[in-house]
Structures are given as C-alpha cells and as structure tokens.
Nanobody
Framework: QAQLVESGGGLVQPGGSLRLSCAAS????????IAWYRQAPGKQRELVAT???????NYTDSVKGRFTISRDTAKMTVYLRMDSLKPEDTAVYYC??????????WGQGTQVTVSS
C-alpha cells in the first residue's frame, strides 16, 4: 500500500494555476517534513518545496512567490498551489519525505504540463 499518493496534475496554459495534492499515511504525516519534487524530461529530479510538521515552508528560488505549500492535518494531505505557471514548470511532480534516509519508494507522480 502506497504511503504517499500524488494527484491534481493536468494541462494548463501559461499563467494558469493548479493545486496538487499529496495524501500521506498517518505515520508519515505526523512524523516527517514532506516535500514536493519534480522531474522534467531529460533532467534530474529537483526539490521544489518543503513543509515541516509545524507548517514552516521553504521553496526553491525558481518558484518563490508563485507556489505555496501547505498541509491539512485533518485530511493528512500536503498541497502545492501553483500560480503563474510557466512552460519550464512542466514536469512530473512527486511528494516524499524530505529526509532522504526516511523516504518511501517513489510513486508515479502527477504530470503537470504548461503549454498554450
């Protein structure tokens, strides 16, 4: 049974918005900081945003001011709100535990395509 499940991707025009969801198991949600990563075609996976158990957020420079990470304790879900999307945001987006020593097997992710 997958401990982290991503959803919410799709095709959006430049300047548009999407909200990704990461449904986590209770153990993961309660104990670890969670991060969103992305991998574009031909590129390595990169860290996009992180949120601690207390809700403190951090972002890679390229998404600051456009993306917002948040967590909903009642739903055990971490969200990534993406605004002002650019073609270079096109990638498969994954969520996982931030601490690499505690990471779960990578899931299928959710595809985000920004194109007119």
């Amino acid at each position: 049974q997958a401990q982290l499940v991503e959803s919410g991707g799709g095709l959006v025009q430049p300047g548009g918005s999407l909200r990704l969801s990461c449904a986590a198991s209770a153990t993961i949600f309660s104990n670890y900081a969670i991060a969103w990563y992305r991998q574009a075609p031909g590129k390595q996976r990169e860290l996009v945003a992180t949120v601690t158990r207390r809700g403190s957020a951090n972002y890679t420079d390229s998404v600051k001011g456009r993306f917002t990470i948040s967590r909903d304790t009642a739903k055990m879900t971490v969200y990534l709100r993406m605004d002002s999307l650019k073609p270079e945001d096109t990638a498969v987006y994954y969520c996982n535990v931030l601490d690499w020593r505690r990471q779960e097997p990578w899931g299928q992710g959710t595809q985000v395509t920004v194109s007119s």
